[in-house]
């Protein structure tokens, strides 16, 4: 068989009507080729003779198809190359996968084209052991080369065609692997690096920091591990908006870097926060020289939409091996360190010290045992009076919440309130707190002891979540009370944080007759002026104020100052902490309504405070 005559999948093709016996081999080939392409030919050719003409039509028939096959596929590129490795075919993908026209590349070799140099003695050597040996390329993943020289990852499959003839036609089929490998690029960074800033994330540091640490370790090193936390981020988020938020890290993350060594590492470990190490470097060094450079990305205000933000970050230290061999104990008691930091105030800095975390232990398991303390009913309320400044009698009751744990020494309010509040128990104890103040209150009311009120004191955290109020309302009905029968405590802070949502909710409240005092008044924000505002009905003059009034001016002036404006808006006044009679003596002077405090009674058990209405109700006049 001439060249001439030879198709891309290596069979023969003569002209005229002529009568052959093929081999029994070629037949089965043929008989596939035919049957594949949508071809067929009599089933008993094994004995018949074939009818050549007829095949050769059919054969460049559905020789044409297949063509027109090959060169539809976009992402399949097809090449033919002969005995020599020189192009016999070219389709349109490869031209578009490899960059040379069908014309550039017919007639070269295999290994000129798109093998990269250090594969071309070995491909030609699968491709000789494959012609003379009969042994088979296997598909594989590639890289191979684009006319520019660029790397073209492709999966390679290969076929040998009229093998064991003079002339073994080669077919590779490619498919273009770029889109699979740039993904798994994307999906590599997006696994190591943070999308935003582009530094490595967590994982990676964490990663990164151990094998620092190792090294550090093997040389005797010290090293400083930097914890950053942007102060009050949340509320430029909230203010600016996320894009502006994102504006003002991708600045920071700017300027740190510009601020870093080679060898430093520095990661965004979540959305305002920042971890650098710094091999080579003490605490005590680190406090000198790499908190100032740190510090120092701050010193220019930010500058968001033509607008100058300054701020600041809170900073924690930790240091290697004082407080951790490994990178997770390293990060986490930098961690700690800037979380103390945060509650010195914005812009401080802290270094770890091993108290903080037992600390943190120590809540953690009080959390726990916190999370069991409604189902184990250790839970309690106390009643504390409040007792009219002149005439003595009992006027309100503060209920506050009692934890006596069944394995354990009561822990006071001070210390659980707050950790309920952060670990987000708060909305339960509240709920608990609510149900127990309307239940005491509607079977005192049943006893009969009915002109009192009781307050209880509601967190900054329940009170912006929606449906406290909501959820005191019908508390208060269900029991069959009135709204003037339970009364609430709210610190400044939470009124002057408050939402207009939830000052619109304690308006409501206000005008349905709920009292509202205001607790610890004094201690929180210093003006006076936005009292007007709010929905309230009682101040309640934080005891540290009673507590040195009767030996400090300036308390004394504070006082007087919060009771005349207190009346002035019509305001009830409440003394807090009343325990000596000079404090006494001094709250009557002042002319506060009602006293609470030690002198008269301190918080009682429901028993307590029971017998005590009891009592006031038989002497009533
Ligand atoms: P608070 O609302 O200001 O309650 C007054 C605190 O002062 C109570 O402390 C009370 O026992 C104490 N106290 C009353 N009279 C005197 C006195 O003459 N001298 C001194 N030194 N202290 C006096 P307690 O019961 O330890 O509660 C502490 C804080 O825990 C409360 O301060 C309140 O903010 C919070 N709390 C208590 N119960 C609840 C509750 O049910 N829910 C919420 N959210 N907070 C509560
Ligand atoms: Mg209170
Ligand atoms: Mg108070």
Redesign the pocket.
């Known amino acids: 068989m001439s060249k001439r005559e030879r198709s891309p999948c290596g069979e023969a093709a003569s002209s005229g009507r002529v009568e052959v016996h093929l081999s029994d081999r070629r037949r089965r080939f043929l008989r596939w080729l035919l049957r594949w392409r949508g071809g067929s030919v009599a089933r008993d050719s094994e004995e018949a003779p074939v009818d050549i003409a007829l095949v050769q039509r059919r054969y460049q028939e559905s020789e044409q198809r297949f063509r027109a096959l090959l060169e539809s596929l976009p992402r399949v590129a097809v090449q033919g190359y002969d005995r020599q490795r020189r192009v016999i075919y070219w389709n349109e993908a490869s031209v578009r996968l490899y960059g040379y026209s069908a014309e550039e590349a017919m007639g070269r070799l295999l290994e000129d084209l798109i093998i990269p140099g250090p594969m071309r003695q070995p491909v030609i050597e699968a491709h000789r052991a494959w012609v003379e040996q009969g042994r088979e390329i296997p598909a594989d993943e590639l890289e191979l080369r684009h006319r520019s020289g660029e790397p073209v990852p492709v999966f390679s499959h290969h076929v040998m065609l009229g093998e064991h003839t003079d002339n073994p036609l080669m077919f590779c089929v490619d498919v273009d692997l770029s889109d699979q490998k740039r993904a798994h690029r994307d999906l590599a960074f997006a696994t190591h690096f943070d999308q935003l800033t582009h530094l490595p994330n967590r994982q990676s540091f964490e990663a990164d920091l151990d094998e620092l640490l190792e090294r550090c370790r093997r040389r005797d090193e010290p090293l400083t591990v930097l914890y950053l936390d942007i102060d009050r981020f949340v509320e430029i988020n909230d203010a600016l908006g996320y894009a502006q938020g994102d504006q003002i890290l991708i600045e920071l993350t700017r300027r740190l870097r510009h601020r870093q060594r080679a060898g430093d590492l520095m990661s965004r470990v979540s959305s305002d926060e920042f971890v650098m190490a710094f091999p080579g470097v003490s605490e005590a060094e680190a406090r000198q020289s790499v908190v100032e450079r740190v510090r120092g990305a701050f010193d220019r205000p930010f500058v968001v939409d033509g607008i100058e933000r300054p701020l600041t970050a809170s900073l924690g230290l930790s240091a290697f091996p004082e407080h951790g061999m490994v990178a997770w104990e390293l990060i986490r008691n930098a961690d700690v360190a800037k979380n103390r930091a945060k509650l010195d105030g914005q812009g401080t800095l802290q270094g770890f010290q091993q108290h903080f975390h037992d600390e943190l232990v120590r809540q953690h398991r009080l959390a726990e045992r916190l999370e069991h303390a409604i189902a184990k009913h250790e839970l309690s309320?106390?009643y504390?009076p409040q007792v009219s400044a002149v005439s003595g009698r009992i006027e309100n009751l503060?209920?506050?919440?009692?934890w006596q744990p069944t394995d354990g020494e009561a822990v006071?309010?001070?210390e659980f309130?707050p950790l309920?509040?952060r670990s987000g128990l708060?909305e339960r104890?509240?709920d608990w707190?609510m149900e127990e103040a309307c239940r005491q209150q509607a079977a005192w009311r049943a006893a009969g002891v009915e002109a009192l009120r009781i307050d209880?004191?509601?967190?900054g955290r329940?009170v912006r979540a929606p449906e406290t109020l909501e959820r005191l309302e019908s508390c208060v009905a269900r029991h069959g009370l009135r709204p003037q029968d339970i009364g609430i405590?709210l610190?400044e802070n939470v009124l002057i944080e408050a939402e207009e949502g939830v000052l619109a909710r304690l308006r409501r409240l206000y005008h349905r007759g709920v009292r509202i005092a205001i607790?610890?008044f004094g201690t929180g924000y210093s003006s006076l002026s936005y009292l007007k505002h709010f929905p309230v009905t009682a101040l309640?003059i934080?005891?540290s104020f009673i507590?040195d009034a009767p030996q400090q001016p300036e308390d004394r002036a504070i006082m007087e100052a919060a009771v005349f404006i207190g009346h002035r808006l019509g305001l009830e006044v409440v003394a807090?902490?009343?325990?000596t009679v000079e404090q006494l003596a001094l709250v009557r002077e002042m002319r506060c309504d009602l006293v609470?405090?030690?002198?008269f009674h301190?918080?009682l058990p429901a028993a307590d405070a029971q017998r005590l209405l009891f009592a006031q109700l038989a002497h009533a006049p």
């Open positions: 309320l106390h504390q503060e209920a506050l919440l009692r006071s309010p001070a309130i309920a509040e708060i104890l509240g707190v209880i004191n509601l967190s329940q405590e610190t607790d610890d309640k934080d005891r507590r807090e902490g009343v325990e609470q405090g030690y002198y301190p918080p």
